[in-house]
Each structure stands twice: as C-alpha cells, then as structure tokens.
C-alpha cells in the first residue's frame, strides 16, 4: 500500500538538532513512563475534548462514539510509544505515518497543533500533581525540558508530514493543469477526424459483410478508435475536474454496471462473494468510470483463465473501502510509488491515465485511492471513502 512522502533522514536529523533532543531525554522519558501510564487515558480524553470543540471537528470525525474511543485507545498507545522510544529515524517515520492518516482524513493543522499543545499543559499536570513527590527540583524540571522537546519533535514530524503532503498535491495539480492544455488543445482537433474514420467504417461495413477476412480488419480500426476515443476522454475528464453529483446506490449495483460495461471475458472468474450491502452516496457515473478502469487493468494484466476479486464493506468508524483484485504478476516495486501518477504505466501499449483518473474521482469524494500486492499473489486497488452516510438536511430556522 502506498501512502505520501515521508520525511528524509536529513531532516530527522536537523530537527532533533535544532530542538536540542538527546539520549539524555530518552531516558528521562523512558524512565517517566512507567509513572505516566496510568494517567494516559485521561490525557487522550482531554484531547478529544478540545478536538471537538472545534465547530467543524464532527465533520471531520464523523464516525460516531465509536470511532472516537478507538482514536483515543490509539492516541494512548502514542503517548505510551513516544515516551517509550526509541527516539531514532525509524521512531520518525512511525510518526509521520499518524500524519498521514491526519492528512487522509481531512484534519486541519490547527485542529491538531492546538490539541498537542494542551497536551503539553495536561503531562505538565501529571508531573506537578501526580509525581511531585517521585523527583526534587531539578529532576522535574530536566523532565519537562525533555517532555517539552518530545512534543516540538512530534510537531515538526506532523508539521513536515502536511508540508509534503500539499508538495505532493500541487506538484499533481501542475502536472493535470499541463494534461488540461494539452487535452483541451487537441482534444476536439482529433475527434473531428475520428468522427470522419467512424463514419467510413459504418459504409465500408456494409460493402464487406460478405468478406470474413475484411470484416475481421474492420472490427480491429473500429476497436482502436474507441480506444482512442477513450484516451481522450480519459484526458478531458482529469482536466475537468468535476464536482461529484451523489446519489444514493448500492456497492453491488455499481460493481455489477462496471462489469458490463467493462466486458469482463468469460476467462475471468469473478468473485464477488466479499461485497456487502453497503449503501453509497456517490457520483454513479464517475465511480462507474474508475470501477471500469481497475477492471480493464484486471483483465488485461491476466493471460488465459485469472481472477478478479470484488470487495465492498464498511469500517466501523463510518468509512468504507471498496476493493479490486487480481490473479496476476502484481505492481513491480519500482513503479508501486508513483503508480497513481499521470503517465506512468507498466504495460507497454498503456497510456498511464487509467489509475491517475481513479485517484482523481476519489479524491473529488473525499477519498483515497491506494495499491499494493496480495499475499496470494496479484494487484489490488483499494478505494477508501471517508463517508458512507448521506448529510443530514440544516434544520430549518
């Protein structure tokens, strides 16, 4: 599975530089733990007191009670892990994956930098209330430097995780904005031919019907200018942009139009045996074209008889995933990063459009889009949407 970019060694090391971090406050901090845990829940409960007491926090956070109480079991077990150490790159890149999720989910910085910063004042409280009487002086105050450092390298970990993050969407936004132009520039300029190479083979289709072989090369130009047309509007469509227009349909529905309409050959099997009843609110046309998408990339990544695998179901925070698999060689680890990207593509013929137009329609939902490997061998693209429900109507003044 992939995820955003991580934060280099460098400025790991810059960092814990600048902030004065050293193996002096790991120990301090690992020696505190044992005295802290017991006052970790009730940190993680303030936390999210101040979380939602941000007006838009709920939506945000829209997966009910139950969500909430598993963020903050795993809020716990990041306290627990950030004293605990140990305090090197790979405790970094840890962290800068709880940014990601942050980033995933839509968490404003300021929801989760002004919630650290009380909690900087409730571990101060543990200390001058709970363990008073567990250090002099001196010791407690070396141990609030240390915890001070903790959370000023725990930010700049967040903080750097958002940062590239946004490179990463603007770097994505110019490389569209160039398929735009060019699409849009070129876009009507080859369909006028097109139409005229359609034209002609509907006549020269009548003059041949009574020749097999001539037949035979017909069907073949026609095939190739409805990929052609396809390319196109492939392009036109990530240069658009669209807003989704939702509506209410099921999992199954829309994997079972996206079959048809993807032509799934008899040599496939399909397995459909792990899609739920699950109610979607979502664009059906543009979710129809990123479903179509992964399935043409199934069919065509297995020679012979193969499997594609079909998943729908929901979390339990609320969100949902939607899932295609197949029973081919898999992503190639050198391309697996960058494998959403306009113009990268592993199949020699491929125009590297199908997966970044997947990606696009799912960010348009407020979703994610990633891709990795299964265990038994094949390629899988997960969809992850924020939200299954439909918005609640404002009540009315």
Not at 48 to 74: C, M, N, W
Not at 368 to 376: I, S, W, Y
Request: proline share 5%; hydrophobic share 40%.
């Amino acid at each position: 599975m992939t995820e955003g970019a991580n934060p280099e060694p460098s400025f790991f090391e810059e960092v814990t530089d600048y902030i004065g971090f050293g193996a002096e406050d790991s120990v301090r901090l690992r020696e505190f733990l044992p005295r802290a845990e017991a006052h970790l829940p009730h940190v993680a409960e303030h936390f999210y007191e101040r979380i939602f007491s941000h007006p838009r926090a709920d939506q945000v956070i829209s997966g009910g009670q139950e969500q909430v109480e598993r963020l903050k079991r795993t809020l716990v077990e990041w306290m627990r892990s950030g004293l605990a150490g140990p305090h090197d790159y790979d405790y970094c890149l840890r962290r800068s994956r709880i940014g990601h999720v942050h980033v995933r989910i839509g968490l404003p910085q300021r929801y989760m930098v002004t919630a650290m910063n009380g909690m900087r004042v409730d571990f101060r409280e543990v200390i001058d209330e709970h363990c008073r009487n567990l250090y002099d002086a001196t010791e407690r105050e070396a141990l609030i430097v240390s915890l001070e450092r903790l959370f000023d390298l725990d930010l700049a970990i967040m903080l750097e995780t958002y940062k590239l993050a946004a490179d990463e969407r603007l770097r994505r936004r110019e490389r569209l904005a160039t398929i735009g132009q060019l699409a849009a520039s070129i876009g009507h300029d080859l369909r006028n031919p097109l139409s005229v190479v359609q034209s002609s083979l509907y006549i020269l289709r009548r003059r041949v019907a009574e020749d097999p072989r001539s037949s035979k090369h017909i069907e073949k130009i026609a095939n190739q200018v409805d990929e052609c047309d396809a390319i196109i509007t492939r392009l036109l469509e990530m240069a658009r942009n669209r807003p989704p227009q939702r509506s209410l349909i099921t999992a199954r529905e829309l994997f079972e139009t996206s079959l048809a309409a993807a032509a799934v050959p008899e040599r496939i099997r399909v397995d459909d045996g792990a899609v739920e009843d699950l109610q979607l609110f979502v664009d059906a046309g543009l979710f129809k074209q990123a479903l179509v998408n992964l399935l043409i990339n199934a069919v065509q990544a297995q020679e012979g008889a193969g499997i594609i695998t079909l998943t729908a179901r929901p979390n339990p925070d609320g969100s949902a995933l939607m899932r295609v698999a197949d029973g081919g060689p898999g992503f190639g680890t050198e391309t697996l990063p960058s494998i959403f990207e306009p113009l990268v593509t592993t199949k020699a013929s491929g125009t590297g459009l199908g997966l970044a137009l997947v990606k696009s329609i799912i960010e348009r939902h407020g979703g994610q889009a990633t891709a990795g490997n299964v265990d038994e061998g094949g390629a899988a693209v997960t969809l992850h949407l924020s939200s299954v429900s439909v918005p609640t109507a404002p009540t009315p003044p």
